[in-house]
């Protein structure tokens, strides 16, 4: 899932805003917000959406581009 923490931090990055920012947005710690962006924790459906919700992000799925 590194794809969705750099995403996340690039947007919070242009948003001004911390990790730490992000956990009070959501409701978990500062240190599980910052566990899950660094990969050391997996972020988990209702993670994603919690977080999607707070920097008003939209997930969307795509088919890989091949070769």
Known sequence: MK???ESIRKTLN???LS?????R???YTP???HNLLDGNRR???TTI??????LDLELIL????TG
């Open 62 to 65: 795509v088919p890989r581009k």
């Open 43 to 45: 972020w988990n459906e």
């Open 14 to 16: 242009k948003k001004k």
């Open 19 to 23: 990790p730490s920012d992000l956990a």
């Open 3 to 5: 794809c969705i923490s």
């Open 25 to 27: 947005m959501t409701g």
């Open 31 to 33: 240190q599980y917000m």
């Open 49 to 54: 959406q919690k977080t999607c919700d707070a």
